[in-house]
């Protein structure tokens, strides 16, 4: 009797803890992460499409060896 009632304590709690975890994601993607993604997208210009430099932008000399190939 006492294993029956395990096992359907165990789909029970199984099905809850499926709910609250569909429910807790929710929340959590509707109240940190679109928002952070809509503000993100709408103040950054990571290709510098928005506004255009009017010169070339310097590139960072570094050596391309053997070394730095390790380092990938």
């Given amino acids: 009797m006492f294993k ?3 096992r359907t304590w165990k789909r ?3 099905a809850i803890g ?3 975890a569909r429910i807790l994601l929710t ?3 509707g109240l940190i992460v679109f928002p952070f993604g809509i503000i993100s997208r709408l103040f950054s210009d990571p290709l ?3 506004r255009r ?3 070339w932008l310097d590139h960072p000399d ?3 060896d053997l070394r730095w190939a390790k380092r990938q």
Avoid: D, S
Wanted: no cysteine.
């Fill in 27 to 29: 929340v959590f993607y």
């Fill in 4 to 6: 029956r009632a395990l």
């Fill in 12 to 14: 029970v709690a199984h």
């Fill in 18 to 20: 499926n709910f609250q």
């Fill in 53 to 55: 430099p009017t010169q």
């Fill in 48 to 50: 510098r499409m928005k």
């Fill in 62 to 64: 570094e050596n391309h």
